[in-house]
């Protein structure tokens, strides 16, 4: 797999790592300035609609890494290559953030808008279930030493905890709860605001270039390890 | 007006809590895998430091090594 020669990632990431950071700091900066000052409030919800620009990108982002890790785990499984469960770990770290900010910020809406800072309703509750599987990816990593059976269990995990992706996407349409159906579409038109769509857009950009560049600051602090082990074999 | 922004209509202390939050942990998360990245670079070099003539030779074929040497985050180390 010539794709996934280390050296040319290494070498790639170290490169672009700067221009991403200092990417990101723009779009935030842009995001930010459209999510708090030139977004309109919202007629029911007032100017508490704004938690909604970091709210909502932090759960995609969080569902779209669990969902690559998953996907990279059952490569793993498939073609045994290493690089692959070196690219799923490194994305974790990133991931697990995303799903605290999704839980803490959700609460923090939640309080205003339906006068409660928690509820087992079913969209937070398997949230909450995913934020458990992040748990136990990151802490499988650092308990178990023996390196078949910690990539054997990462996976597994992995690959189980996907089974809640789609349960935490239909949840809204499965079971009464306090959350609203979606309100953005691919297949149709969505009931969102152009006005609210730029800058939750811009946000979910900037969220997604951070856990880029955590994703190769990660990738390549574990390919360094490695190569540390390899200079004691030498 | 400034007060008016920090406020929001009484959401303020809501929407600017979330953003904080939000910001603190990439501030965090940011700053824990730097020091981590960073470590281990200074941990490669000690250990390259150590190779005999001939081993570090060997070691300095590959081009992710010299790379790890001479790179730090986002400058030497």
Known sequence: ?234 | MIINFINMNGYGIYVFSAFIFTLINFAGLYFIVRSQLKKEQQKFAKEFSKLDEQKAFEANKQNINKEILLTGTFSKT
Do not use: C
Not at chain 1, 60 to 87: D, H, P, Q, T, Y
Not at chain 1, 92 to 110: C, E, K, N, Q, Y
Not at chain 1, 128 to 140: P, T
């Open chain 1, 1 to 234: 797999m010539g794709l996934f020669n280390q050296s040319k990632i290494f070498l790639l990431t170290n490169k672009y790592q700067k221009f991403i950071l200092i990417f990101f700091l723009l779009v935030l900066s842009v995001g930010l300035l459209e999510a708090l000052f030139l977004s309109p409030q919202d007629y029911l919800q007032g100017d508490s609609v704004r938690i909604m620009y970091v709210h909502v990108p932090s759960a995609w982002i969080s569902l779209g890494i669990f969902s690559l890790i998953a996907f990279l785990s059952i490569l793993v499984f498939i073609f045994k290559n290493r690089n692959l469960i070196i690219i799923a770990k490194s994305f974790a770290p990133s991931g697990f953030v995303f799903t605290l900010i999704a839980l803490v910020t959700g609460s923090i809406w939640g309080k205003p808008t339906w006068g409660t800072w928690w509820a087992w309703d079913a969209r937070i509750t398997t949230m909450l279930i995913l934020g458990l599987f992040y748990l136990m990816y990151l802490l499988a990593w650092r308990i178990f030493e023996d390196r078949n059976s910690v990539v054997k269990i990462t996976s597994l995990i992995s690959i189980i905890g996907a089974i809640n992706i789609p349960i935490i996407k239909f949840s809204v349409d499965w079971w009464n709860t306090l959350h609203q159906p979606s309100s953005i579409k691919i297949l149709s038109d969505s009931s969102i605001h152009e006005a609210m769509l730029l800058p939750l857009i811009i946000m979910t950009a900037a969220f997604a270039l951070f856990s880029l560049l955590i994703f190769l600051m990660k990738y390549n602090t574990e390919l360094i390890k490695i190569k540390t082990k390899g200079l004691n074999r030498l």
